[in-house]
Each structure stands twice: as structure tokens, then as C-alpha cells.
């Protein structure tokens, strides 16, 4: 257990809306990661991050934002939600030891955009 | 780039029976691999890894060896329970020791039928 969190675990919200997840560790672990999971696509990855306010774009980060102002929390922000955003989010840890570095992930967060 | 290519589902078996997923992928050098699991409504667990060639990643009954030769790492398991459905993913993390972007496969559904 990484010890991460997500909240909200569910949410519905309306096109247009700002949304924000949160995910927050408490291991003090260096990076951190939002993904994206839908049928089809497996999982895919938005944003990144690997240190206080130090943050990269992964694959499909258009529509959405990230902001890591302290070591355990790690915020992505849609500015404004449209129904492609409805998905199962996780966020993960980069952890492991001896150099394999595998990731551990938390239970997500289900978000509905109608 | 990196990619992963496991074969896709959903693989249906009966209880007791042999499973294989297959697993192979393109990376240059020795990445590090690794098999996760997701069972329904949770975040992906590691199950197992190796991190170099010829090494054996073994968990829960299940096993995979790395392959550098055929550039494999398929997941087995000799007796599979109903309690073993889920989705499996392979997945990579590149060998440069500035790789901090795994790689993933689509994921592959198993179905265990009492």
C-alpha cells in the first residue's frame, strides 16, 4: 500500500464546469502521475510530475491542467469539462527499489460530464 | 519509442484451467517489466516484475520470465481461480536512468468460469 488517495471517488458535473481531482500520497515519493482510462485506449497518460511545481505534458493533456504545490498533493484541473472527459482517472506513484521503479496507483476517481 | 503488445481479449477459461497472455515489446537496451492487475471497480496492482534478462517475476502463482531473445514476457499461471478474473496489463519502464514514463500494453481481460 503507497498510501494514495483520490477524491472525489465519483463526481458528475455539467459541460463547461471547471473540475478539479485531487490525489494526495503521504510517502514523499518524487513522482507522480495522472493517467486517463478508457475502453479502448487502455490507459493513457496526461500529465506528470517529478517535483514541487515542476510538472510535463504526457500524451493526451489537452483540456487539462496540473499543479503540484507540495510533495504529497497533486491537482488536475479540467477548465472547462466536456463530455470526450468523462473517463476513470488514476493517479500514481513512480516507487520501487533496486532501480525497477514499478508505479503504484490509486483507486481513481469517475467522472461523468453530461 | 518503447511500445508493448499484449494479446487482446477477453480470455475466457474454466477454473483450474493453464493460462498464458501474452506478452512482447520493443525497447532499446534492458528496460525493466512488469505486470499489473485490475480488478473490477480498483486501481492497477503490481503483480510481478524482472528486471533483467532471464530473470523469473512470480506472484500469487502467477510467473514470467524475461525473455531478451524473443523480446517477451508472457504471464502464466498453471491453475487459475474464479478470483483471478480481471484485467492484466504489461508494461515497460525504459532503460536510460532518465525514464520516468512507463510504457504500457491495452490491457487483457481474463474471464474465470466456475
Known amino acids: 500500500d503507497a498510501g494514495i488517495t483520490q477524491s472525489p471517488r465519483h463526481k458528475v458535473t455539467e459541460t463547461g464546469t471547471p473540475v478539479t481531482l485531487r490525489c494526495h500520497q503521504t510517502e514523499n515519493h518524487r513522482y507522480m502521475y495522472w493517467y486517463r482510462q478508457d475502453p479502448g485506449h487502455g490507459l493513457r497518460l496526461i500529465h506528470y510530475s517529478y517535483g514541487v511545481k515542476d510538472t510535463d505534458k504526457g500524451e493526451v493533456s489537452d483540456g487539462y491542467s496540473v499543479s503540484r504545490s507540495k510533495t504529497e498533493d497533486f491537482l488536475l484541473t479540467l477548465e472547462s469539462a466536456t463530455s470526450s472527459q468523462t473517463s476513470v482517472y488514476f493517479c500514481a506513484i513512480r516507487g520501487g527499489t533496486g532501480g525497477s521503479y514499478e508505479q503504484y496507483f490509486g483507486p481513481g476517481t469517475r467522472l461523468t460530464v453530461t | 519509442g518503447d511500445s508493448v503488445t499484449q494479446m487482446e481479449g477477453p480470455v475466457t477459461l474454466s477454473e483450474e484451467a493453464f493460462l498464458t497472455i501474452n506478452c512482447t515489446y520493443t525497447a532499446t537496451g534492458y528496460p525493466s517489466l512488469f505486470w499489473y492487475v485490475q480488478y473490477p471497480g480498483e486501481g492497477l496492482q503490481l503483480l510481478l516484475k524482472a528486471t533483467k534478462a532471464d530473470d523469473k517475476g512470480s506472484n500469487k502463482g502467477f510467473e514470467a520470465t524475461y525473455r531478451k531473445e524473443t523480446t517477451s514476457f508472457h504471464l502464466e499461471k498453471g491453475s487459475v481461480q474464479v478470483s483471478d478474473s480481471a484485467v492484466y496489463f504489461c508494461?515497460?519502464?525504459?532503460?536510460?536512468?532518465?525514464?520516468?514514463?512507463?510504457?504500457f500494453g491495452r490491457g487483457t481481460s481474463l474471464i474465470v468460469h466456475p
Open positions: 508494461a515497460l519502464r525504459g532503460a536510460s536512468g532518465g525514464s520516468y514514463i512507463p510504457t
